[in-house]
Antibody, heavy 116, light 112 residues
Framework: EVQLVESGGGLVQPGASLKLSCVAS????????MSWVRQTPGKTMEWIGD????????NYAPSLKNRFTISRDNAKSTLYLQMSNVRSEDTATYYC?????????WGQGVMVTVSS | DVVMTQTPVSLPVSLGGQASISCRSS???????????LHWYLQKPGQSPQLLIY???NRFSGVPDRFSGSGSGTDFTLKISRVEPEDLGDYYC?????????FGSGTKLEIK
């Protein structure tokens, strides 16, 4: 069974940095592209970006490219999202997904609240 | 970015009835390789989204045949027949033909 478990969320101040993690199990992590998607409190869904199975290539939504970085550690079956200079509009639930051109499987999500 | 317009916003249905959700894109979703990358997801209350239909009309693993997708170009439809209680939730379309990937704004399927 594919399992994706995110962690690292919480309350963070504007301008701070935060790193989310996603531990994968139930499949060979290094065989798959992975991605991050977020959902705002108003339920708007936004694709953040994805990363190739070997970590050699990433794509980002242009609006987030300068502040968000996706990486992975295949030895640990873990996907990361580094968020920098966070803003109130980054408040959302962040989902890790197993990606095959589009999200196939989703984690349970982790909440990030940006507030002073 | 490709804008995905979903209608209706809310869809009251009777259990056992049929539901139809529309998703229209601001430009054609036919890729240069000839495929159309339009997908449908269901987010049940309190859960993460789950893939229902991929590439317009293909049911994902374990999805009952009560769910069907159709459409082409810029106009797509998800139909749910014989609606059951576990079908309730928010439905989203997603296009992955064009970069960046973009979602529809969602349709809430609820009991009439």
């Amino acid at each position: 069974e594919v399992q994706l478990v995110e962690s690292g969320g919480g309350l963070v101040q504007p301008g701070a940095s935060l790193k989310l993690s996603c531990v994968a199990s139930g499949f060979t992590f290094s065989d798959y592209w992975m991605s991050w998607v977020r959902q705002t409190p108003g339920k708007t869904m936004e694709w953040i970006g994805d990363i190739k199975y070997d970590g050699s290539y990433t794509n980002y939504a242009p609006s987030l490219k300068n502040r968000f970085t996706i990486s992975r550690d295949n030895a640990k079956s873990t996907l990361y999202l580094q968020m920098s200079n966070v803003r109130s509009e980054d408040t959302a639930t962040y989902y890790c997904t197993r990606h095959g051109g589009y999200p196939h499987y989703w984690g349970q999500g982790v909440m990030v609240t940006v507030s002073s | 970015d490709v804008v995905m317009t979903q209608t209706p916003v809310s869809l009251p249905v009777s259990l056992g009835g049929q539901a139809s959700i529309s998703c229209r894109s601001s430009q054609s979703l036919v890729h240069s390789n000839g495929n159309t990358y339009l997908h449908w997801y269901l987010q049940k209350p309190g859960q993460s989204p789950q893939l229902l239909i991929y590439r317009v009309s293909n049911r994902f693993s374990g999805v009952p045949d009560r769910f069907s997708g159709s459409g082409s170009g810029t106009d797509f439809t998800l139909k749910i027949s014989r609606v059951e209680p576990e079908d309730l939730g928010d439905y989203y379309c997603l296009q992955s033909t064009h970069f960046p990937l973009t979602f529809g704004s969602g349709t809430k399927l609820e009991i009439k």
